[in-house]
């Protein structure tokens, strides 16, 4: 069974999140398992590798996009510039939007309505 990165936990409308069977438990956990070790695997490959900056900085977006789907945040990075200098950057800057289940919000204020 794989879980979509991007959808909300299966639920009910009576208990909420479902529960897990202790099968789907033990496939989690190989899973987590599974993740961790290759973690590891890419810290041990950035600390002994080659590569540019650049292309470590590349890496490091690319695994705050996967760990944004996991989480339901999305990391976004901006600035202002002038309509004249658009190299000149006047302010710059990080920001996280975070998406709730939308379950849980519907559980929170029970006047929300889906959307169609």
Not at 14 to 36: D, F, M, S, Y
Not at 62 to 87: A, E, M, N
Request: glycine letters at 8%; zero cysteines; a neutral charge.
């Amino acid at each position: 069974m794989h879980t979509s990165l991007t959808g909300p936990p299966p639920t009910s409308a009576a208990t909420g999140p479902a529960r897990a069977t202790a099968e789907e438990l033990e496939h989690q956990k190989a899973a987590i398992t599974r993740l961790g070790h290759e973690l590891r695997a890419l810290v041990e490959a950035t600390v002994r590798t080659a590569a540019s900056p650049d292309t470590l900085h590349r890496v490091a977006d690319g695994v705050r996009h996967v760990t944004g789907q996991l989480t339901g945040k999305i990391f976004v990075s901006g600035s202002i510039t002038t309509r004249t200098d658009r190299d000149a950057n006047l302010v710059t800057a990080d920001g996280v939007f975070i998406a709730p289940d939308p379950q849980l919000a519907r559980n929170l204020f029970p006047g929300l309505r889906a959307e169609p």
